[in-house]
């Protein structure tokens, strides 16, 4: 805050510095005493690295009195401040200041990202997704977290627990890439162990890429048919591996159609079984909260559209057990098929 020459009668109260090299800055100003003893000037100063009050008053070396109330807490106390400016007197603060703390926009924008709960249980995906955006922006721009604002706190410690987990894992991998270093690559991607479809499409799209020559990717039958299944997967429930399976590929896909596709004809209805657990190393559980009335049956296809196995849950029966270690790597579907409709469930089976 910079007053030039004629400040004569300004009154300087209730302000809130934030980040400042000088907090209040006089430059050949005249200015009247601030405050009284029974009225502090209530000002709050944060983060600051220089002088609270500086400059110069006019006439030059004159003084005058300040009223502070330094008994809430250091964000009241004057100190540092220049005292050929400013003469220090105790007051009485009336608490009639509101404190509204600056909002520096980009940091309160990925705050917001984080922080929001509106987002449906069928969302989940993207909102991962979202979480992998404010990670590489945090990334490319460390001092978005230190820009003294309110969300410090909230993206620097999103930003460390994302870093020594999967998301941090998947970005080395893809550092590691770009520079060519794949032995750095393989031991991040190998770090990687896959808790949802995101993380599992990427890891496994890593594993091509990392086994591949520099200027050719090479697969065989069965990776073909895994990128596939990965290619056709609409990028918000699939992530950003999805485009990278289809450049692969050279397949030229429209999203729009992909969410609305469905391998067989049913009525999709609400999800009532549950699955787990997904991603999975072979065995996984479908269990219901009561025992069914009839008998459920359970299909399992691969990624051509092929059923590869069949089960069910038994009537007076809540769970039962699919066991699918004979089975290559990939993306499978799970149909359950019960009284009260069909829905399906995607598998994601991973070593």
């Not at 590929?249 to 209805?269: H, K, N, S, Y």
Request: proline share 5%.
């Amino acid at each position: 805050m910079l007053t030039l020459q004629q400040g004569f009668g300004n009154q300087y109260f209730c302000n809130y510095l934030e980040g400042f090299i000088t907090g209040i800055y006089f430059d050949g100003a005249r200015i009247d005493p601030q405050g009284d003893v029974t009225n502090a000037t209530d000002n709050q100063w944060a983060l600051g690295i220089g002088n609270k009050i500086d400059g110069e008053l006019d006439p030059p070396g004159s003084n005058v009195d300040w009223y502070f109330d330094v008994s809430p807490g250091p964000l009241y106390n004057p100190n540092p401040y220049s005292a050929s400016v400013v003469l220090y007197r105790s007051g009485v603060t009336s608490n009639g200041c509101n404190v509204v703390l600056p909002i520096v926009p980009e940091p309160k924008k990925l705050s917001d990202l984080l922080e929001d709960s509106t987002y449906q249980a069928y969302l989940t995906e993207k909102k991962l997704y979202d979480q992998l955006i404010v990670y590489r922006q945090l990334k490319d721009s460390l001092q978005l977290m230190y820009s003294g604002s309110t969300y410090d706190l909230t993206l620097q410690n999103f930003f460390n627990l994302m870093a020594l987990g999967n998301t941090g894992y998947l970005e080395n991998v893809k550092d590691a890439l770009n520079s060519g270093d794949k032995a750095a690559a393989e031991i991040a991607n190998l770090q990687v162990i896959p808790t949802n479809l995101h993380e599992a499409n990427s890891k496994y799209v890593n594993e091509i890429l990392i086994a591949s020559d520099k200027d050719t990717i090479s697969y065989d039958v069965t990776a073909r048919n895994n990128l596939l299944s990965i290619a056709y997967q609409n990028p918000l429930v699939g992530g950003e591996a999805v485009y990278r399976a289809r450049a692969i590929l050279r397949l030229d896909l429209e999203d729009q159609t992909i969410g609305f596709r469905v391998a067989d004809t049913w009525v999709i209805q609400e999800q009532t079984f549950r699955v787990f657990p997904n991603p999975t190393t072979g065995e996984f559980f479908v269990s219901t909260s009561t025992e069914v009335n009839e008998e459920v049956k359970l299909k399992v296809v691969n990624p051509l559209g092929i059923a590869v196995m069949s089960g069910a849950i038994m009537k007076d029966q809540s769970s039962t057990t699919i066991d699918l270690n004979s089975f290559d790597p990939g993306i499978y579907r799970l149909v359950i098929e019960s009284i009260v409709g069909r829905e399906a469930h995607t598998i994601v089976l991973i070593r």
